[in-house]
């Protein structure tokens, strides 16, 4: 097996990837204007791509022209995955020692109790799917894993060390050792998730946005969630990196809603960068910092998209400038 490097999201970007699923799309949780949002920045900066199936064209047109767009506008491949959360379960980009692009793929949530009727196989294979459509060669992982519960600079891969809930302790070191082994060019670091996030995911408190350069959430002092993420913090400033520190959100949680809305799950394009916006004075902390950096920074309004967990960064999947055929 070759060794392989992961590919930090913050270099050169070629392509924002997207997946149309209108009946998640437009309910009450408005990802389809938030998509458009997404659309309407991005397009100045890279080539937008919307996996979507043909009976969904009509509803996505609708969405793009609400932002004065068309299907025009962007590239439409007449195939989706069905879910509406497209980051978690998509490859993970690589190089190996060659600088060829390589997929990591693998299993994802394969022991759901309601893999079926979630249609969490259709989304696996539509990860294979994609690699093969980007013309990538494959290197499956042989157990369960997530996009999203990965953080990376040259330097380090982040791993939650909460995906999968069900591992013990003896099978998450496996884990850990297998991905070093195929990574021997990074330090694998196993990180805590956010107490209280209802998942594994790293984009609600860390955004790697820079070499040696992070944004991460600050809580209030005593807090739980300030607790889990202070290690992380603390480590980053030890080994010499910034840590730029932006408002930690109270978490949302009524009926059938339980969120932890973050300013990290953003999207970054190279010299651009799509932003959470949920209406608050502390909206500015994350786009000043990224205006800093020298990026253009355009806010999408996130407040019904967070109340599903997520935001930008869980329904979108950047393609490396490097890995371009």
């Given at each position: 097996m070759?060794?392989?490097?992961m590919?930090?999201?913050?270099?050169?970007?070629?392509?924002?990837?997207?997946?149309?699923?209108?009946?998640?799309?437009?309910?009450?949780?408005?990802?389809?204007?938030?998509?458009?949002?997404?659309?309407?920045?991005?397009?100045?900066?890279?080539?937008?791509?919307?996996?979507?199936?043909?009976?969904?064209?009509?509803?996505?047109?609708?969405?793009?022209?609400?932002?004065?767009?068309?299907?025009?506008?962007v590239?439409?491949?007449?195939?989706?995955s069905?879910?509406?959360?497209?980051?978690?379960?998509?490859?993970?980009?690589?190089?190996?020692?060659?600088?060829?692009?390589?997929?990591?793929?693998?299993?994802?949530?394969?022991?759901?109790?309601?893999?079926?009727?979630?249609?969490?196989?259709?989304?696996?294979?539509?990860?294979?799917?994609?690699?093969e459509?980007?013309?990538?060669?494959q290197?499956?992982?042989?157990?369960?894993?997530?996009?999203?519960?990965?953080?990376?600079?040259?330097e380090?891969?982040?791993?939650?060390?909460?995906?999968?809930?069900?591992?013990?302790?003896?099978?998450?070191?496996?884990?850990?050792?297998?991905?070093?082994?195929?990574?021997p060019?990074?330090?694998?670091?196993?990180?805590?998730?956010?107490?209280?996030?209802?998942?594994?995911?790293?984009?609600?408190?860390?955004?790697?946005?820079?070499?040696?350069?992070?944004?991460?959430?600050?809580?209030?002092?005593?807090?739980?969630?300030?607790?889990?993420?202070r290690?992380?913090?603390?480590?980053?400033?030890?080994?010499?990196?910034?840590?730029?520190?932006?408002?930690?959100?109270?978490?949302?949680?009524?009926?059938d809603?339980?969120?932890?809305?973050?300013?990290?799950?953003?999207?970054?394009?190279?010299?651009?960068?799509?932003?959470?916006s949920?209406?608050?004075p502390?909206?500015?902390?994350?786009?000043?910092?990224?205006?800093?950096?020298?990026?253009?920074?355009?806010?999408?309004?996130?407040?019904?998209?967070?109340?599903?967990g997520?935001?930008?960064?869980?329904?979108s999947?950047?393609?490396?400038?490097?890995?371009?055929?």
């Amino acid at each position: 097996m070759r060794p392989l490097t992961m590919i930090p999201e913050y270099g050169p970007v070629s392509k924002l990837l997207l997946c149309f699923v209108h009946p998640f799309f437009n309910t009450r949780f408005a990802y389809g204007p938030a998509m458009a949002e997404m659309v309407r920045a991005a397009r100045n900066h890279v080539e937008v791509v919307l996996f979507v199936d043909p009976e969904d064209l009509p509803p996505l047109e609708a969405a793009l022209a609400n932002c004065g767009l068309s299907l025009g506008d962007v590239t439409t491949i007449p195939r989706s995955s069905g879910r509406a959360i497209f980051n978690e379960w998509c490859p993970i980009f690589c190089q190996d020692d060659e600088n060829q692009g390589v997929a990591l793929t693998f299993p994802w949530l394969s022991e759901h109790p309601h893999r079926q009727e979630h249609q969490l196989d259709r989304a696996e294979r539509f990860g294979r799917w994609l690699a093969e459509h980007l013309g990538l060669p494959q290197h499956r992982m042989p157990f369960d894993f997530s996009g999203s519960a990965v953080a990376v600079c040259e330097e380090f891969v982040f791993v939650s060390r909460d995906f999968p809930a069900k591992d013990g302790p003896e099978e998450f070191e496996q884990k850990l050792a297998y991905l070093r082994r195929s990574l021997p060019n990074q330090e694998v670091l196993p990180l805590p998730s956010l107490t209280d996030d209802t998942g594994p995911d790293l984009d609600t408190y860390l955004l790697p946005i820079g070499p040696r350069s992070w944004i991460s959430s600050q809580y209030p002092s005593g807090t739980d969630q300030a607790k889990s993420v202070r290690t992380v913090q603390e480590e980053l400033r030890r080994r010499g990196h910034t840590v730029h520190l932006v408002p930690g959100l109270e978490r949302i949680q009524y009926d059938d809603i339980d969120a932890l809305p973050g300013y990290p799950d953003s999207v970054l394009l190279g010299d651009a960068a799509l932003v959470p916006s949920y209406g608050r004075p502390e909206d500015e902390a994350i786009q000043g910092i990224l205006k800093d950096y020298g990026l253009t920074v355009y806010p999408v309004d996130c407040r019904q998209v967070c109340l599903t967990g997520v935001a930008l960064h869980g329904i979108s999947k950047t393609l490396p400038a490097s890995l371009e055929i």
